[in-house]
Every structure is written in C-alpha cells, then in structure tokens.
C-alpha cells in the first residue's frame, strides 16, 4: 500500500544550523504531497505542499522539491531558528482518497 | 474566514461509556475526514464524509462511527470505550474531492482519556 518513511525521532540543531528531514514515499500513483507542523496543544498545520512533479513547496524559509525519480520529499531550511521546534508530519495523498501520513520527526532547536 | 472547530477540546470517560464528537468545518468545506492520534500508532485515519456519505474508513473496529449534516458539520462516535481509545482525535476539512480542492486543515482536537 501506500507508504511514507521519515527521519525518525528528534533532530536537535543548533540555531543557525542548517536543517534536512528526510521523507521518502512508496506508492504506484501519484501522488500530492505535503509537510505538516504541528505545534503543543494544537492540530497538524499545513506547513506546504507540491502537487506534481518537480514541484518545490516554499513557506517561512523552509522548501521540499517533490522528487519522482527518488521518490523522495525532503524538508530543508537554510537557518533555523528556536521557533522552528515542532514536530513535522510528511504525508501523501492519492487522488480522493485519505492522507497518510509519516511517523512525525521531532525538531527541537537549541539556543 | 473561522478555522476548523472541535468540541469539546478535553473529555474524560470511563471504560464502557460512549462519546460523540463535534466538528465544524471551515465555511464553504465540504469533506470532513476524521483522525486518531496516538503516541504509539501516530496519525490514523478514521473515516472521510463528503455531501452526507461516508467515502472511505480506516480499519478501525465498528464502534467508530460517524456522520455528517447537511451543513457539512460532522460527528464521530465511539461506543463501548476502551482504555486504547485514549487519543487525539482530529478533525479536518477540505474544499471538496477534486485535486485542486485536496488539501486539508485541521481543527485542533479532542483530547479523550479513558479511565
């Protein structure tokens, strides 16, 4: 079935590191794909997104290029910074169907 | 334009029990998909309603129930509670089923602990 595999557990960066949380997907579509953030307390936030491929989903400094041929997803940041500290969900989405989602990495930076 | 509305935000029930969950969605959603999130499983997904009709469930035994109004408002169900039933459970909605319609937003949440 369709699958996304991400880094797993807690990143602990340093502020004004750079960041990469790895996201691979497994499925014989095609599908959307998309980081979620959530933050304590609250829901998963959509973080971007990228239809197709090629695609490079962009929000607050962060990218992820969506990757066919790799099949791959990967969230990066130049610089981060203590506010980045969330968890962060890949997930996929094929046509109408659910999204699924990623174990969720743990981004914790450090002062 | 109001985000995704859950109630209630916390609850705690005993083993045994039912509990019925609310969600709004945003105005003008149509799809309403449900979400149990837990420690150890992560996020899972329940079951998804569009225009009334239930279009997809997650494999999660009968006592998860749910429905949705003619306003697109949704409840989910859970009947005879069990201690594993202690989750997050989320709701989020979507414009509609089209690609360009897909992305969906989530409300913040029941917390429910089962005793």
């Known amino acids: 079935g369709d699958s996304v595999v991400q880094t797993e557990g807690q990143v602990l960066p340093s502020e004004g590191d750079s960041l990469i949380v790895n996201c691979s997907y497994e499925?014989?579509?095609?599908?959307?794909l998309f980081w979620y953030v959530q933050y304590p307390g609250e829901g998963p936030q959509l973080h971007l997104k990228?239809?197709?491929?090629?695609d490079k989903g962009r929000n607050k400094g962060f990218e992820a290029m969506y990757r066919k041929e790799t099949t791959s997803f990967h969230l990066e940041k130049d610089s981060v910074q203590e506010s980045d500290s969330a968890v962060y969900f890949c997930?996929?989405?094929?046509?109408?169907?659910?999204?699924?989602f990623g174990a969720g990495t743990t981004v914790t930076v450090r002062a | 334009k109001a985000g995704v509305t859950q109630t209630p935000r916390y609850l705690i029930k005993t083993r045994g029990q039912q509990v019925t969950l609310s969600c709004s969605p945003i105005?003008?959603?149509?799809?309403v998909s449900w979400y149990q999130q837990t420690p150890g499983q992560g996020l899972q997904f329940l079951f998804e309603?569009?225009?009334?009709?239930?279009?997809n469930k997650g494999n999660f035994p009968g006592r998860f129930s749910g429905r949705q109004f003619s306003n697109s408002r949704s409840e989910m169900n859970v009947s005879t509670l069990e201690l594993g039933d202690s989750a997050l459970y989320l709701c989020?909605?979507?414009?509609?089923?089209?690609?360009?319609?897909?992305?969906?937003?989530f409300g913040p949440g029941t917390r429910l602990l089962v005793l």
């Open positions: 989020a909605s979507s414009l509609g089923l089209l690609r360009s319609q897909e992305t969906q937003y």
């Open positions: 499925t014989t579509q095609y599908p959307s």
């Open positions: 990228a239809m197709k491929a090629n």
């Open positions: 997930a996929l989405k094929i046509g109408d169907y659910k999204l699924s």
């Open positions: 105005s003008g959603h149509r799809s």
């Open positions: 309603y569009f225009s009334e009709t239930q279009r």
